[in-house]
Antibody, heavy 120, light 107 residues
Framework: EVRLVESGGALVQPGGSLRLSCAAS????????MTWVRQTPGKGLEWVAG????????HYADSVKGRFSISRDNAKNSLYLQMESLRAEDTAVFYC?????????????WGQGALVSVSS | EIVLTQSPATLSLSPGERATLSCRAS??????LAWYQQKPGQAPRLLIY???NRATGIPARFSGSGSGTDFTLTISSLEPEDFAVYYC?????????FGPGTTVDIK
């Protein structure tokens, strides 16, 4: 069974930093593109960042470029999102997600989400 | 950026009725479009990938069609558990984008 479990969500002040983690199990983690998607309370889904299997190829949404950094540790079956210079508008539930192993693979599995609140 | 537009924003129907949801892309995404269902307090669940392929375990009443810029999700006969928000999603071009969602609620 594929499982993605996020951790690290917290209340943080504007300008602060936070690191989210995602523990993957039930599949060969090193073989998949992984991604972070966020959802503002009561709103829609926003893709944040994606990372290739080898960790070298990375893509970011313009809204987080230069502030967020995605990384992975294939030996630990873990995905990370380092968030710097956090703003109130970054408040959201952050989902770790796996992309399907196919051309232009869409997301097939999601974690349960981690809540990040940015407020003074 | 490829913008996905979903219509209608809200669809009010009764159990047993047919639901037809639309997703339009601002430029072609070929067949690389997915549909998700999300219920309150839960993560999204994959229903359809590559425009028309049902994900594992998804009931046959859910079907997807389309290619290029126009896509449709059809629920042939609504069950009580189908009342939820539905999102479309493209991974054909960076940045990855999602539609704003269609809420299917009980009439």
């Amino acid at each position: 069974e594929v499982r993605l479990v996020e951790s690290g969500g917290a209340l943080v002040q504007p300008g602060g930093s936070l690191r989210l983690s995602c523990a993957a199990s039930g599949f060969t983690f090193s073989g998949y593109w992984m991604t972070w998607v966020r959802q503002t309370p009561g709103k829609g889904l926003e893709w944040v960042a994606g990372i290739a299997q080898n960790g070298v190829d990375q893509h970011y949404a313009d809204s987080v470029k230069g502030r967020f950094s995605i990384s992975r540790d294939n030996a630990k079956n873990s995905l990370y999102l380092q968030m710097e210079s956090l703003r109130a508008e970054d408040t959201a539930v952050f989902y770790c997600a796996r992309e399907m192993l196919r051309a232009y693979g869409q997301i097939d599995y999601w974690g349960q989400g981690a809540l990040v609140s940015v407020s003074s | 950026e490829i913008v996905l537009t979903q219509s209608p924003a809200t669809l009010s129907l009764s159990p047993g009725e047919r639901a037809t949801l639309s997703c339009r892309a601002s430029q072609s995404v070929s067949i690389y479009l997915a549909w998700y269902q999300q219920k309150p307090g839960q993560a999204p669940r994959l229903l359809i990938y590559d425009a028309s392929n049902r994900a594992t375990g998804i009931p046959a009443r859910f079907s997807g069609s389309g290619s290029g810029t126009d896509f449709t999700l059809t629920i042939s006969s609504l069950e009580p558990e189908d009342f939820a928000v539905y999102y479309c999603h493209q991974r054909y071009n960076w940045p990855v984008t999602f539609g704003p969602g269609t809420t299917v609620d009980i009439k």
